[in-house]
């Protein structure tokens, strides 16, 4: 038997591959009534594989197959994930913190405040007044204990996210609207632990600015005067604003990054910022009335200012006080806020993970590889089986393989063949 080369035994295996398609539901094993065709050929060709091309730092491969997928391998996933998304929560936090400050000072803004009027007409006038008052860097009152606090935050969010995902998606990965809300809401549920201590305090400085009392605020105080449980004062309003958000944000982000990617279904980064940006405006506009609720509850209130107990408490004194329209404060700054902010998150997580790529075996974000395809020849494109590539070329090669490995493969009829081959404008006669 004269030498078998790797590309006959790579044909061979694909070959084999075809005559084993007989459906996901059936056992595997040879269809006979399955027949190679011209396409089979064609689909086999090395001129029709698909080439991915994507620029990486680092690239491992930490599993052979998704079978080998150990606890260990998982925990090292949610690891992985959840460093790089530390990284992307405090570069989306710092891109959009004086937005977030001047929604704070708008949301805080109340009836019956000492100063006897609104301090701000909206929020561009609060955005000058911060300026002409406190300088620039009162923009960024609170910058620091944000920082510190919004990496574990947003990094818990995006691996539950996708830790939740992974486990209720099918084993092509495919995965539901429920199954995307459910995720969604698992990872703002699981965030509260560090938001609600991180934001009191981020908002204690924000409106520290407003008083004129010399005495510079600064976070380790605030902490220290709050006490342990005093860091979760406001905690229920803090679940009701982040479980329904990000229970809205992630499915959109999904379906909203599909719809513009590219035709090979690549996402450039401006795609991806566009998919972050657009998710965020529904899901910080709708859950503003709970974000009012939680920043008076974990304000300090000043002299004249109503007080209030709870969430529902809070509610009721809002309303009948202020008006239904007092939950809707800060909506523009908050979706000014938390739309760019998500958008710089999610594009920065997702290019890390393109940068520094680990195959866990799990799945990893869509639209990651640029993919190119070299278009093949078909048979409907000439009427010339006998071309460089065609079924002519290929019979020598099958009948050495046939020859070597004692097989018999089946070929199609030349009724078929003919049929197959004839373009519709040879056809007409024309």
């Known amino acids: 038997m004269s030498q078998i080369t790797p590309l006959e035994i790579d044909i061979l295996f694909q070959l ?54 150990s606890i260990l ?77 919004v990496a574990p935050e947003k990094a818990i969010k995006l691996t539950v996210n996708d830790f939740v995902r992974d486990k209720v998606s099918d084993k092509s990965g495919n995965i539901t609207v429920y199954g995307e809300i459910l995720a969604g809401g698992c990872a703002g549920a699981s965030q509260v632990i560090f938001t609600n201590p991180l934001e009191i305090v981020k908002i204690r400085l924000q409106v520290a600015g407003e008083i004129a009392s010399g005495e510079k605020v600064r976070a380790l105080s605030v902490v220290r005067e709050l006490g342990l449980f005093g860091l979760y004062k406001g905690a229920r309003a803090c679940f009701l604003r982040d479980i329904p958000f990000s229970a809205i944000y992630f499915p959109a982000y999904a379906h909203i990054k599909s719809a513009v990617a590219d035709e090979q279904g690549y996402n450039h980064p401006l795609s991806l910022l566009v ?57 523009a700054a908050r979706v000014c806020r938390s739309s760019p902010q998500f958008g710089v998150t999610l594009l920065t997580y997702e290019i890390l993970q393109r940068l520094f790529y680990v195959d866990f075996g799990g799945s990893r974000p869509t639209g990651s590889d640029v993919k190119t395809q070299i278009e093949p020849i078909t048979a409907s494109k000439t009427s010339n089986v006998d071309h460089i590539g065609g079924y002519q070329a290929a019979i020598p090669m099958l009948n050495g393989i046939e020859t070597k490995f004692g097989l018999c493969l089946p070929r199609f009829t030349s009724t078929f063949r003919l049929q197959h081959v004839t373009s519709p404008k040879s056809a007409s006669g024309s």
Request: glycine share 10%; net charge positive; charged share 25%.
């Open 73 to 149: 391998i998982q925990t090292l996933e949610s690891v992985y994930r959840f460093t790089l998304g530390s990284v992307a929560g405090a570069v989306g936090a710092a891109a959009s913190y004086p937005i977030d400050l001047i929604k704070t000072r708008m949301q805080n803004q109340r009836a019956g405040s000492f100063v006897g009027e609104v301090a701000y007409r909206n929020s561009f006038d609060c955005f000058k007044k911060v300026i002409r008052h406190e300088g620039v860097l009162g923009l960024y009152r609170g910058l620091v204990p944000q920082l510190m606090g």
């Open 16 to 69: 084999t591959g075809v005559l084993h398609q007989t459906g996901w539901w059936k056992r595997r094993k040879i269809d006979k009534n399955r027949r190679i065709v011209y396409n089979d050929l064609n689909d086999i060709a090395p001129e029709h594989y698909i080439k991915h091309i994507t620029t990486r730092l680092a690239e491992y491969k930490a599993v052979s197959s998704p079978e080998e997928r």
């Open 275 to 331: 998919a972050g940006f657009l998710a965020g405006v529904p899901a910080a506009a709708l859950v503003t009335p709970a974000d009012v609720i939680k920043t008076r509850l974990q304000v300090v209130a000043r002299t004249g200012q109503t007080t209030y107990t709870g969430v529902l408490d809070a509610a009721r004194k809002i309303f009948a006080e202020e008006g239904p329209r007092a939950f809707w404060k800060g909506t």
